[in-house]
């Protein structure tokens, strides 16, 4: 991100540290509109199960919470990571539908923001690649091995959200592919909070809710 745009977005980060300040960005793409990456050698890409998740649990408890687990054993999501051999690399997860806030939020309660999906399309969430394997696009890859698996279940385009200070990500995103179709804001101090949403419904049929934390009536 450019100089200019780092500055501008710096208050906000400020703000964030004691009041409510969020900036969602929402991007999708139909599948063949995302560039392909190739599958790095010696990874391999896993659906997760329960059984999976649990072992994954004890080793990257700040990276798998209980709220992962109780989203695949109700079928509410479905999870994906990189193996390379034993060791994990990295990971996504995608849920369609209706999205509740619980999935889409930047970890703070009030910025919770349910979404509404028309069929065919998929929401992506909570990717994360560790350190070790960063620089060498494995997010990418991640996009390109799970639009091939769902490309044969039925689905065509692909939806996500980001926070509006994630530069890395927002860079990532474009590069892929993803389209920018809009950006929701939510801010709050005490009592008193602000919102702003886009028109909606947005480009594809995409719906939203409220912020948990839009106190407004």
């Known amino acids: 991100m450019r100089f200019l745009t780092r500055i501008v977005y710096l208050p906000y980060r400020v703000v964030r540290r004691f009041a409510i300040a969020n900036v969602c960005c929402f991007f999708a793409a139909e599948f063949s509109d995302l560039e392909t990456t190739d599958l790095l050698d010696g990874l391999v890409f896993t659906e997760l ?20 687990l109780d989203l695949l054993e109700k079928g509410q999501a479905r999870g994906f990571a990189f ?13 369609q539908g209706n999205i509740p806030g ?5 970890g703070n309660h009030a910025t919770q923001l349910p979404l509404y999906l028309p ?9 994360f690649v560790l350190p070790e394997y960063r620089g060498r696009r494995l997010y990418a ?13 039925g689905f065509t385009r692909l939806m996500l959200t980001t926070e509006g200070s994630n530069h890395r990500a927002l860079r990532s995103i474009r590069r892929m592919g993803f389209q920018f179709l809009g950006r929701s804001m939510l801010f709050g101090i005490g009592g008193f909070t602000i919102a702003k949403y886009p028109p909606q419904p ?9 912020y948990v934390g839009d106190q407004r009536l």
């Open 49 to 68: 199960t329960p059984s999976i998740l649990i072992a994954l649990r004890k080793t990257y408890p700040e990276k798998f919470g209980s709220e992962h």
């Open 83 to 95: 193996f390379d051999g034993e060791l994990l690399a990295s990971s996504i997860w995608m849920a």
């Open 102 to 106: 619980e999935i889409n939020h930047d």
């Open 119 to 127: 069929n065919g399309m998929a929401y992506v969430f909570s990717v």
């Open 141 to 153: 890859s991640m996009i390109s091995q799970l639009t091939k698996l769902l490309s044969s279940q």
């Open 202 to 210: 947005m480009s594809g049929g995409i719906q939203f809710g409220r």
